[in-house]
C-alpha cells in the first residue's frame, strides 16, 4: 500500500521524497488574442458597416425620398436638395404634400434617417482609427464623419420643423438648409478623409 507524503516524512525525514502534483494551467490559449487577430476582428467590422452604410444611404436617397416625390407632386424633398432651399420653396412643398405624407417623411427622419447617419459615422471612426497610427492626425481625420453624424441627425429635425409650419419661418428655413448643406459637404469630406486613411494604412502596412 502505497504511503501517503506524511508518512514518508515521518519515516524518512526530511531526506523523504514527496511527489509533485502538478496543477492543469487554468488559462486557454485560445483565448488569448493577437494584435493581428484583433485587427482582423476590426476590418469585418467595418466591412459590415460599409456594407450597411451604403444599403441606408440606397433605401433612403435613392428610394425612399425619391418615392416621396409621389406625395409632393414631384417636387424633391429637402433632404435631396445639395445646394439648400429657400423659403418659398418650403412653402410651396408644404402646400404640396398633405399631414400625412410630412408625417411619413417625419417618420423617415426618425428610423432610417437616424441609422444611416450614426452606422455611417462608427463605421468611419473605426476605419481610420485602424489604418492611421498618428493620433493627432487620427482625431483631425475623424472630425469630418463626427461632425457629419451631429449636423444630419440635426438637419432631420430642422427640416421637419421648417416643413411642419403653413407659414415657414424664415430663420429655421435657413437653419435647415444650412445644415443640409453642411451634411452634403461633411459627408463628401468623410469619404475623401476615409479613402486617404485606407491609403495611409496600406501605405504603413507594406512599409513595415
Known amino acids: 500500500m ?15 521524497a514527496v ?3 502538478h ?12 494584435p493581428e487577430k484583433a485587427q482582423s476582428n476590426a476590418k469585418l467590422v467595418v466591412i459590415a458597416g460599409i456594407v450597411a452604410s451604403l444599403f441606408l444611404f ?29 423659403t418659398d420653396y418650403v412653402q410651396q412643398l408644404h402646400g404640396a ?3 400625412d405624407a410630412r408625417g411619413q417623411l417625419s417618420y423617415i427622419h426618425k428610423t432610417a434617417g437616424t441609422l444611416f447617419p450614426l452606422i455611417f459615422g462608427f463605421t468611419w471612426l473605426l476605419l481610420i482609427g485602424t489604418n492611421v497610427a498618428g493620433k493627432a492626425l487620427r482625431w483631425v481625420l475623424w472630425a469630418p464623419p463626427l461632425l457629419f453624424a451631429v449636423v444630419r441627425l440635426w438637419g432631420n429635425v430642422a427640416v421637419d420643423a421648417a416643413l ?17 448643406v453642411l451634411g452634403w459637404v ?18 504603413r502596412s507594406k512599409s513595415a
Do not use: C
Open 164 to 180: 411642419g409650419a403653413a407659414e415657414p419661418d424664415a430663420g429655421q428655413v435657413a437653419l435647415a438648409s444650412t445644415l443640409t
Open 2 to 16: 502505497a504511503k501517503t507524503p506524511a508518512q514518508r516524512i515521518k519515516k524518512h525525514g526530511a531526506n523523504a
Open 23 to 34: 496543477l492543469p494551467s487554468v488559462v486557454n490559449p485560445t483565448t488569448q488574442r493577437s
Open 19 to 21: 511527489p509533485q502534483h
Open 58 to 86: 440606397w433605401y433612403v436617397h435613392l428610394l425612399t425620398l425619391n418615392q416621396m416625390t409621389q406625395l409632393s407632386g414631384g417636387m424633391a424633398m429637402p433632404d435631396s436638395l445639395i445646394g439648400g432651399f429657400s
Open 186 to 203: 461633411l459627408f463628401l469630406l468623410s469619404l475623401v478623409v476615409g479613402g486617404a486613411a485606407v491609403f495611409m494604412g496600406r501605405r
Open 97 to 99: 404634400m398633405t399631414d
